[in-house]
């Protein structure tokens, strides 16, 4: 039974996220590229207040795999290279703690790309 409750708070914590996103897209004129950068922005600030964390821990994988845990990732990366190897950790923190996603997301991309088929715009 916990394991119905830990997915049912990833999947409402996940859902309610990428619902904001689509009130973004529908009601404001932002585009998806500026509202990528506010949640990875609100993954950062979420993280510097203290919140992030006990939100991930609560909601689990809902929080942790949006843009919101993108955001955060990146930022403790960062803080935690700045510290061991001081302001050069500032450049390369980030995309070691990422670095796993990052390459997920170019592999999976290039697969994508293989099985696609595109077509021009009419």
């Known amino acids: 039974m916990e394991i119905v409750w830990t997915l049912a708070k990833a999947f409402l914590v996940g859902g309610a996220l990428c619902a904001v996103g689509q009130i973004l897209l529908d009601k404001t004129k932002l585009t998806p590229g500026r509202i990528l950068v506010i949640f990875v922005l609100t993954g950062v600030v979420l993280g510097a207040v203290g919140i992030f964390q006990p939100l991930r821990d609560w909601a689990g994988a809902g929080a942790s795999v949006p843009l919101l845990g993108f955001g955060n990732l990146m930022a403790e990366g960062a803080r935690k290279a700045v510290a061991e190897e ?35 715009k009419a």
């Open 86 to 120: 001081g302001l050069l950790g500032a450049l390369t923190g980030p995309l070691t703690a990422a670095s796993a996603g990052i390459t997920a997301a170019i592999v999976c991309g290039l697969l994508a790309s293989f099985l696609a088929k595109p077509k021009a």
